[in-house]
């Protein structure tokens, strides 16, 4: 599959070395793949180790989480933080809480981070931590004490020069509020250690929307630059109902799409007149309730319990919940239906089958490294508010966000220019992040 000796060896190796890591082996593949003309062009770089480098992590962690719950009962999770790599500056990246959380999805999830943030031209280098704590059906104080208890451990790794982490599925403002106050308590110090806090101790505004509106606004540029089309009239599905899909959701309508599906891992909702965002505010986000109570409000909607968004015609399909979320037979489906595009708010929901398919089939597939950096980049924006002890306004901080999401996709054309493949924004971006790393990693001797 590989056309150079080098990407294959290295794949070979790193599958060999940790087999069961499926999720990273698959991130690995889709880089590798995708840099082999960078390799081809510059073949002095496998003497210089780069892929064997960028492929390992710096450093990875992995504690015990020991906390009470509400019954009074011990109960221990599992913590982890993968500092990947640290080139172009601070570790940077979210925690995860979720049940499935394991050392393959952190680690796949480290290494987009990579080259994500190498994407948003600013500087932050890539990690990512969590736990396979839930959060589903814990009660507040549950939920402080778990978190209590993860920094507890995490703290000594972490800094605002050193590491930054931040939000990512079940880790929401509530819980940066719990991981920053612990922080803080511990090495009494107010820094901007973690971003996504909330709006009166340090937070930037605009991070919350930033994911999924940066979607909406890469979604944007993209359909103008080469579509000469906009969102105006589109027929819109989201998955997810969380922090990246609501605002996705939110940003596409104002911008003139129909959202018609949202979806939880229970199942999804189906509005033909346009999802009511401001109601999924409310379940989600308020009363942290299920996507079914939707149609209690909303008796044109229908729930369709247990299946896929996907099954839905759309013209523009944004997948926001989580890995492997849109498979080949949903990507035959969505072009059946006729999409036109598809852009990543999750990291990786898009299998490689399906990202092959929808490429082959015309359909313009935005790549979630490039497509969801507005997130990370606006938790740049933050780090740099709180180093000037400063707090820039909605608007000031959602035009940045433009600007960067514009001069990704602006920059990940270029890089495909350059390599002749033409305007390839999936190759293109994992080119465009791919040299900003190398390039910093070379100036800076071997490590
Ligand atoms: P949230 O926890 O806010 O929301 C996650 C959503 O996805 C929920 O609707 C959840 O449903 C659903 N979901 C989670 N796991 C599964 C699963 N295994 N199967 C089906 N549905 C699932 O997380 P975010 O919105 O923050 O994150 C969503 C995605 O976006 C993730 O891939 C994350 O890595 C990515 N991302 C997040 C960024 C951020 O700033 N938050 C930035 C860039 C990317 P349920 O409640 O039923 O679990
Ligand atoms: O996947 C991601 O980019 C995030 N979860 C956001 C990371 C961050 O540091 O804001």
Redesign the pocket.
Known sequence: MFQTDYAQRVFTEVSERTPWEAEFLQAVREVLLSIEPVLKANPGLEDTAILERVVEPDRQIKFRVAWTDDAGRIRVNRGYRFEFNAAIGPYKG?L?F?S?VNASILKF?GFEQVFKNSLTGLWMGGGKGGSDFDT?GKSDAEVMRFCQAFMTELYRHIGPDTDVP???????GREVGYLFGQYRRITNEFTGVLT?KGLDFGGSLARTE??GYGLCYYTQEVLRLLKKDSFDGKIVAV???????IFAAEKATQLGGRVVTM????GYVYDPEGIDVEAVKQI?LVDRG?MSAYVNTHPKATYVEGRRVWEVPCDIALP????N?LDLSDAQGLIQAGVTLVAE???M?TTPDAIEALRAAGVLFCP?KAS??G??AVSGLEMAQDSQRLQWTFEQTDEKLQSIMKSIVANTLSAAERYGLGPDLFNGANIAGFERVVNAMTAQGVF
């Open positions: 979210g995860r979720h499935s999830l589903h931040a939000g990512d599925i079940g880790v929401g996504g930033a994911t998955s997810g109902s969380g922090n990246v899909a979806s939880d891992s229970s989600k299920r926001c919940a989580t890995q979320e708010g999750a990291n929901p979630g969801n950096a997130g990370v």
